[in-house]
């Protein structure tokens, strides 16, 4: 079994999938995946958002603000009390993109630490998105004791120099569809050297559908695409990657609610 360890359940185009978000889910099940975490993108929409995977056991929820809709104050207290919510496991998804907001670095550095903070007060581990911004993210990272809370850097396209060091401060890696694209060369270097137990799969869907996928609305049974090709990537069996990454989700995120225990079996 897998598990999709990042996708945004409420912002599919069930029109364009000319599907509803129950067929979605059932897709991916029938692909093997176990579980999804579907990650908030704004407090505003959050509420709505667990609304939407309420009737689902097998999704669980993050909390948060990505930095490219953070363009006012985060308003830490109250994401300090939407992430109480038994359904959160994470907080995020927070961090640093400069690659497309170039004017609200400022902003974006407050509302990651401040993102941390929440996440060491409530023992969550944290979702980061980081473009272009490496040496910041670790900065800041560092600054705020990430570390204590522990978390994965999601959707990695940046270099091996910065897995490592978040790898040496207990984070996790996570690779979505980027890495079959044919561009993706050395992303897909980075990829072989990252060792199995700090390593994460997800889809970040409706966004970045993997090959074979490219140019249709992304979705989470589209991760086992990408199961099979970074097993491939680095010389091992589909199983093995299936099973250390779902090892690796429950040992991270350990609020998640684990109904299928057959990935033990295999
Ligand atoms: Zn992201
Ligand atoms: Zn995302």
Not at 64 to 69: A, D, E, I, S
Not at 75 to 97: C, F, M, Y
Not at 127 to 134: L, S, Y
Not at 235 to 262: C, D, M, V
Request: with cysteine; hydrophobic share 40%; glycine share 4%.
């Amino acid at each position: 079994m897998i598990v999709d360890s990042h996708c945004h359940l409420d912002r599919l185009d069930f029109d364009k999938l000319d599907i509803q978000l129950p067929e979605v889910l059932q897709a991916a099940r029938d692909k093997q995946v176990e579980h999804f975490l579907c990650v908030s993108v704004t407090l505003d929409q959050f509420p709505n958002m667990l609304k939407v995977i309420e009737p689902f056991k097998d999704v669980s929820a993050s909390c948060g603000v990505h930095p490219l809709n953070q363009s006012d104050a985060l308003n830490k207290s109250e994401l300090l009390e939407l992430a109480q919510h038994p359904r959160v496991v994470a907080i995020g998804e927070t961090g640093l993109d400069y690659y497309y907001a170039k004017d609200t670095h400022q902003v974006q550095q407050e509302s990651f630490a401040g993102h941390i903070d929440v996440a060491n007060e409530l023992k969550k581990p944290l979702i980061i998105h980081t473009r272009d911004a490496r040496k910041d993210t670790i900065d800041i990272m560092k600054a705020h004791n990430a570390q204590d809370c522990g978390g994965v850097l999601h959707c990695f396209t940046e270099d091996w120099d910065m897995a490592k060091k978040a790898i040496d401060m207990g984070f996790y890696i996570s690779i979505s569809g980027i890495v079959t694209f044919k561009n993706a060369v050395d992303l897909q270097e980075v990829v072989k050297k990252l060792p199995l137990d700090r390593l994460l799969i997800e889809t970040d869907s409706p966004y970045l559908a993997p090959v074979p996928h490219r140019g249709k609305t992304n979705q989470p049974a589209y991760v086992q695409d990408v199961a099979y090709f970074v097993a491939d990537l680095k010389g091992l069996q589909y199983k093995e990657l299936a099973h250390a990454t779902t090892e690796n989700f429950y040992q991270l995120f350990s609020l998640a609610n684990r109904s299928n225990q057959s990935s033990e079996s295999i």
